[in-house]
């Protein structure tokens, strides 16, 4: 393997062009803590590409980071990227390549390990003209592929608007209806962060939608703690007609406004005739444009979200009238 000089942690040399293929399963911790700031720091453009996915056929790209793990089916674009002149840097952040390092893991995940990294280290070599690692450690054990240090540095962040849905396995059909509208919202909207409860199920359902978190269910003691330090911007509460949800009552507003969220509720009852459309909450029909349209005004006007949550919120202090 051709590589970079050993220990000093720098940007790509000169030669890598302008834009960097880089194969990595998905947005991970390796790609926000290690590759995006390095090659951002050379002012080097990402075309990031999912390895378990098939290669691309025609990607345009002037350089090549694996991250981690190498699948077969991309010998071939590497290379191709090798016979044309092109850096492919292979970079690990844990010890992938020596089995004797994987004892003791799960096995499920040592299996992958073995089979995407360890049993390919000669493939490895061979097509990566340089070898990136994550610590001093991996550096000195594998000094003798001359290793690159890359330092971690922190990923660019923007505030997000949280948003939320908080409801029990009973509310079964208003999660799958909110499926497509937080598919919708994190599609046009990349300042929100969703969270939801769920099981297992759920989570199959959300985890691939980007900036959502999969909240297990949990004791109402628990729920009770966890949201009076839980940050809420906005929280939703749609209702479908049913037979069991015509029994429901408006506790959502309580701990809505107990989260300091502005809320969003179906226009129906138990809602309608407790929410004060405009003042302390907003009703909307269950039309999944009108919900997106609501959240997306209030992701944008802060000070609306605050003047709902701070109404909602001075509505259920002690000695005050419902």
């Known amino acids: ?169 009973s509310h079964a059909g208003e999660q799958a209806w909110l499926h497509a509208l937080v598919t919708q919202l994190q599609s046009r909207c990349d300042r929100t962060h969703f969270s939801i409860v769920g099981d297992g199920r759920i989570n199959r359902q959300f985890r691939a939608l980007p900036r959502v978190t999969v909240l297990h269910p949990m004791s109402w003691p628990a729920y009770l703690a966890y949201t009076a330090t839980y940050r809420c911007d906005i929280a939703l509460a749609p209702l479908l007609p049913g037979n069991f949800n015509a029994a429901r009552g408006a506790t959502k507003f309580l701990d809505f406004a107990r989260m300091g969220a502005a809320g969003i509720y179906a226009d129906v009852a138990p809602y309608r005739g407790h929410v004060r459309h405009g003042i302390d909450g907003l009703l909307l029909p269950m039309q999944p444009d009108a919900w997106l349209a609501a959240i997306i005004d209030l992701v944008q006007d802060e000070a609306r979200r605050r003047q709902l949550a701070a109404a909602a919120r001075a509505r259920i202090a002690p000695g005050t009238q419902p």
């Open 1 to 169: 393997m051709q590589t970079a000089n050993s220990g000093a942690a720098r940007a790509p040399a000169d030669g890598w062009g302008q834009r960097v293929l880089v194969l990595s399963e998905g947005e991970n911790p390796s790609l926000a803590f290690f590759i995006a700031p390095l090659l951002r720091a050379r002012g080097l453009a990402v075309v990031l590409a999912d390895c378990r996915a098939a290669p691309p056929r025609d990607a345009a790209f002037d350089a090549v980071v694996v991250i981690r793990y190498l699948p077969a089916a991309w010998d071939g674009l590497l290379a191709r990227a090798r016979r044309d002149g092109k850096p492919v840097a292979y970079f690990m952040d844990d010890d992938l390549l020596d089995r004797a390092a994987h004892a003791g893991l799960p096995l499920r995940y040592r299996f992958k390990i073995e089979r995407l990294a360890c049993l390919r280290r000669r493939a490895i070599e061979h097509l990566c003209s340089e070898f990136w690692v994550s610590t001093p450690y991996l550096a000195g054990k594998y000094a003798a592929l001359q290793p690159m240090l890359v330092e971690a540095a922190a990923p660019p962040s923007s505030p997000l608007v949280s948003v939320s849905y908080h409801g029990t396995a």
